[in-house]
């Protein structure tokens, strides 16, 4: 996901994506371990939508500690 789209979510829906997106995670980490995983450039794209919402979730509480 682009951080536009991630800006547009609300609060909770962006903790249930971060959610989802660990989950993701951890299936394609277990897929990988066992030779399943078709795809390891997967895992990168996974861990980079991560610090996109834990980089927007950080900016929003910055933003009301500020106001």
């Known amino acids: ?6 800006r547009e979510l609300s ?3 962006l903790q ?3 959610i989802d997106t660990r989950q993701e995670l ?3 980490r277990f897929q990988s ?3 399943a995983l078709e795809n390891p450039a997967r895992i ?3 861990k980079r939508d991560i610090a ?3 980089t927007i ?4 509480q910055a933003a009301l500690e500020r106001h």
């Open 1 to 6: 996901m682009k951080a536009k789209e991630l």
């Open 11 to 13: 609060d909770a829906d």
């Open 16 to 18: 249930q994506k971060l």
């Open 26 to 28: 951890f299936n394609l």
């Open 33 to 35: 371990v066992t030779g």
């Open 44 to 46: 990168t794209h996974v």
């Open 52 to 54: 996109r919402i834990i």
């Open 57 to 60: 979730r950080v900016e929003r």
